[in-house]
């Protein structure tokens, strides 16, 4: 097929820092089109009997930003201070693995907005041990719309295709890994164009991926917070009454909540420990080499069991993980949550989260993850219960 690709002339450009975003402007390029007026909060009821009716996509709107009490803060300080070196091993391994993917040039795309300050850390590791210096973007995907497609173009038009490769902070039960190969096939068919839809992840308890750093479902400390760990930039905008035919997809930089912002010093505290962690980042990457990583979605059966047992029959209602149970908690209207045993010390903050908005939590011995968040059903509707 020929391609249809604009020329670099017609694309819009990348945002950057300061002026969008706490990032420095070496650290990422947004490929994101600023909506600063644009009025998209809305509550949270509103916007779950929204998508739950059909009639809005989640990324139509913004969930209103939860600013965290003293006492979340002193526990997102308390998880990254026992998971700060965890962390930097996870992004030492998963970082050669995405170089040795790519054969040293890679270029990293990570998924906004959980991807971001993952591939800022990928990009660091990759400067800090190899002496690599990795372009890094990072752009929308939007489920049930898939991936930016006049963001794909511009990487298209600036970079080598073989050479990207997409980055996320964490799998759930793998609902984005396959939105992304869906959008990616999609791209080949309408612009003859075709990335790799190999995705790297920092955590992969879902099972879901090749590339990763762990497939432990621990607390990535970046999952605590929304826009104050992750370049005070919200999550992602989809929506046509802002966004044209050839425009990015969306986002806003919340600047006054700059006194808030803890986004560099999260990066900063992980490449701390970079130097400590060469010899056992060789050692995951040696055992990478031996292991069967083919990914079995042990996470998507177990969401789907999940999903009958408590009657809720629809997928997308259960979030699998910490990270994903965080996003219940922080954004969506919560039902009910339910924790492994022996994860109660590992997940304080998703116990106080849910003390605060009045979730009741159910304490389940073999679950596959440490926490499942489950999404109130028929909000709005007849329930489903």
Not at 83 to 98: E, F, I, N, Q
Not at 293 to 299: D, H, L, N
């Given at each position: 097929m020929t391609s249809s690709l604009p020329t670099a002339a017609v694309l819009p450009h990348p945002l950057s820092g300061p002026a969008f975003g706490s990032y420095a402007a070496e650290d990422v390029s947004w490929l994101l089109q600023d909506l600063q007026g644009a009025a998209l909060e809305a509550p949270a009821e509103e916007r779950e009997h929204a998508i739950q009716t059909g009639a809005a996509n989640?990324?139509?709107?913004?969930?209103?930003?939860?600013?965290?009490?003293?006492?979340?803060?002193?526990?997102?300080?308390?998880?990254?201070?026992?998971?700060?070196?965890?962390?930097?091993?996870?992004?030492?391994?998963?970082?050669?693995?995405?170089?040795?993917?790519?054969?040293?040039?890679?270029?990293?795309?990570?998924?906004?907005?959980?991807?971001?300050?993952?591939?800022?850390?990928?990009?660091?590791?990759?400067?800090?041990?190899?002496g690599i210096d990795v372009p890094h973007y990072t752009m929308s995907i939007v489920r049930g719309v898939g991936l930016d497609q006049t963001a794909l173009r511009y990487l298209a038009v600036h970079h080598e295709p073989e050479q990207i490769i997409f980055v996320d902070g964490w799998t759930g039960k793998g609902a984005i890994a396959r939105e992304l190969?869906?959008?990616?096939?999609?791209?080949?068919?309408?612009?003859?164009?075709?990335?790799?839809?190999?995705?790297?992840?920092?955590?992969?308890?879902?099972?879901?991926?090749?590339?990763?750093?762990?497939?432990?479902?621990?607390?990535?400390?970046?999952?605590?917070?929304?826009?104050?760990?992750?370049g005070l930039v919200s999550r992602t905008v989809f929506n046509r009454d802002l966004i044209g035919e050839d425009e990015f997809h969306g986002a806003k930089f919340y600047a006054e909540l700059s006194h808030n912002?803890?986004?560099?010093?999260?990066?900063?505290?992980?490449?701390?420990?970079?130097?400590?962690?060469?010899?056992?980042?060789?050692?995951?990457?040696?055992?990478?080499?031996?292991?069967?990583?083919?990914?079995?979605?042990?996470?998507?059966?177990?969401?789907?069991?999940?999903?009958?047992?408590?009657?809720?029959?629809?997928?997308?209602?259960?979030?699998?993980?910490?990270g994903e149970t965080t996003r219940v908690l922080l954004r969506r209207v919560p039902w009910k949550v339910l924790v492994r045993a022996d994860a109660v010390a590992d997940v304080a903050h998703v116990l106080l989260l849910a003390e605060q908005r009045g979730v009741p939590i159910e304490v389940v011995p073999d679950l596959p993850y440490s926490c499942v968040g489950l999404i109130r059903p028929g909000h709005g509707i007849q329930a489903a219960q």
């Open positions: 989640y990324a139509e709107s913004l969930p209103i930003e939860y600013l965290p009490s003293p006492e979340y803060e002193a526990l997102y300080r308390e998880a990254l201070e026992r998971s700060g070196r965890r962390l930097a091993v996870a992004v030492g391994v998963v970082t050669d693995l995405a170089l040795a993917a790519r054969g040293n040039r890679p270029v990293f795309v990570s998924l906004a907005r959980a991807g971001t300050p993952i591939g800022i850390l990928m990009r660091r590791w990759a400067q800090h041990a190899r190969s869906a959008a990616i096939a999609l791209f080949g068919q309408t612009d003859g164009v075709f990335f790799g839809d190999d995705l790297a992840v920092l955590a992969d308890p879902g099972h879901c991926v090749t590339i990763h750093g762990t497939r432990e479902d621990y607390l990535i400390p970046s999952a605590c917070l929304n826009s104050t760990v992750s912002d803890v986004s560099r010093d999260f990066l900063d505290t992980v490449c701390g420990y970079f130097t400590d962690v060469a010899d056992d980042v060789a050692a995951g990457v040696a055992a990478a080499g031996t292991e069967d990583r083919t990914p079995s979605w042990v996470g998507w059966k177990a969401v789907e069991q999940i999903s009958t047992e408590y009657g809720i029959n629809d997928v997308n209602l259960v979030k699998p993980g910490v």
